[in-house]
Nanobody, 121 residues
């Protein structure tokens, strides 16, 4: 079992930055790929970014490429999402997730409760 707790969400003006954190429980965190997803009101949850267990490989959605950076610190059991140049369309609840099957865009097994990000224009 893995428990995930997100933090760092909030209200920011367009063009600003936020860093989300996701703290994981369990000694096997370093063996999981991790991902960030988001869900805006009235929309389906969508993939944002993912990182391999070692941090050596990353995937990004086209909509955030060049603005968001995913990273992890296995010693701290934490994955991060640095979000720069935020846009109003980035407003959503952001979820972190763990994938026991490896790096990918889907198939995540464990999910956090989410943290709200609101970008004002």
């Amino acid at each position: 079992q893995v428990q995930l707790v997100e933090s760092g969400g909030g209200l920011v003006q367009a063009g600003g930055s936020l860093r989300l954190s996701c703290a994981a429980s369990g000694r096997t965190f370093s063996s999981y790929a991790m991902g960030w997803f988001r869900q805006a009101p009235g929309k389906e949850r969508e993939f944002v970014a993912a990182i391999s267990w070692s941090g050596g490989s990353t995937y990004y959605a086209d909509s955030v490429k060049g603005r968001f950076t995913i990273s992890r610190d296995n010693a701290k059991n934490t994955v991060y999402l640095q979000m720069n140049s935020l846009k109003p369309e980035d407003t959503a609840v952001y979820y972190c997730a763990a994938n026991t099957g490896g790096l990918g865009y889907s198939g995540y097994d464990y999910w956090g409760q989410g943290t709200q990000v609101t970008v004002s224009s």
